[in-house]
């Protein structure tokens, strides 16, 4: 009897070129099978990193985010279509994704990440993607996260700049180590180009991926910073704060 989470032949020839990558092979397929991870919030970056988790074969998606499409989400929003203005984002994300790939579970869930429903949120994953818009619910994710032991890719962008990180668990700083107070510039709405949004997600989703299937080094300690007004590419120490209220 095959196990269960064996690669079916439908998946084996969907995903044959990845598997060619050095080190991931079936094996690393398989981890992606068996996978979960929670994206908080879905818009012109954690869109992206859950549409190339769906391609790649991740097995279960756990998808937070509140509201209904606006006509302002769609020049970045690449899961958001013009019909579906008016109605739940996390319809729209759900559909998309399904079509893309129907052999990924996803778990729509219509909130925001918030310190009520954080636990219940991290409880349900292996690993966290934090792409919110607020401080307030990227700390409530990193600390929930940190008490739970589990990885969070940390992804964000203001303008033409983006910024990826990793964070493992009394391994590497936390988000509070590395930014103990929210950035003044950082409020719920900003200038954004959906090109520098989905760069953003991509880099992330290609970090969860090297998490789960143990491929290359994670920017576990290290922060990727890109200006895309002058494609200057910058890879940053980070540092734990030994009087961190989370991790130190």
């Known amino acids: 009897m095959p196990h269960p989470d064996d690669l079916s032949p439908e998946e084996l020839s969907i995903y044959e070129w990845q598997m060619w990558v050095r080190g991931l092979g079936v094996e690393g397929q398989r981890r992606l099978k068996n996978a979960s991870v929670l994206i908080s919030r879905c818009g012109g970056l954690g869109g992206l990193v859950a549409y190339e988790l769906a391609a790649a074969g991740i097995g279960r998606l756990v998808i937070a985010h509140a509201g209904n499409v606006k006509p302002s989400d769609l020049h970045r929003q690449l899961l958001m279509t013009h019909d579906s203005i008016g109605k739940p984002r996390i319809e729209s994300i759900q559909r998309r994704l399904n079509e893309l790939n129907p052999r990924v579970e996803v778990v729509g869930i219509a909130e925001n990440v918030s310190p009520s429903n954080v636990k219940r949120l991290v409880d349900q994953v292996d690993l966290v993607v934090d792409a919110a818009p607020l401080f307030e619910e990227r700390y409530a994710l990193n600390d929930e996260a940190v008490r739970q032991n589990k990885p969070i890719v940390e992804c964000a962008m203001y303008e033409m700049e983006l910024t990826v990180t990793t964070v493992l668990p009394r391994r590497s700083p ?38 789960i299937t143990g491929i290359g080094e994670p920017l576990a300690g290290r922060m990727l910073r890109m200006d895309l007004r002058s494609m200057r590419t910058q890879v940053l120490k980070t540092f734990r704060d030994p009087q961190c209220p989370v991790c130190g």
């Open 174 to 211: 936390c988000l509070r180590c590395i930014c103990p107070t929210p950035p003044p510039q950082w409020t719920r709405q900003f200038p954004v180009i959906g090109a520098v949004s989905g760069a953003a997600g991509c880099l992330g989703a290609a970090e969860v991926i090297k998490l």
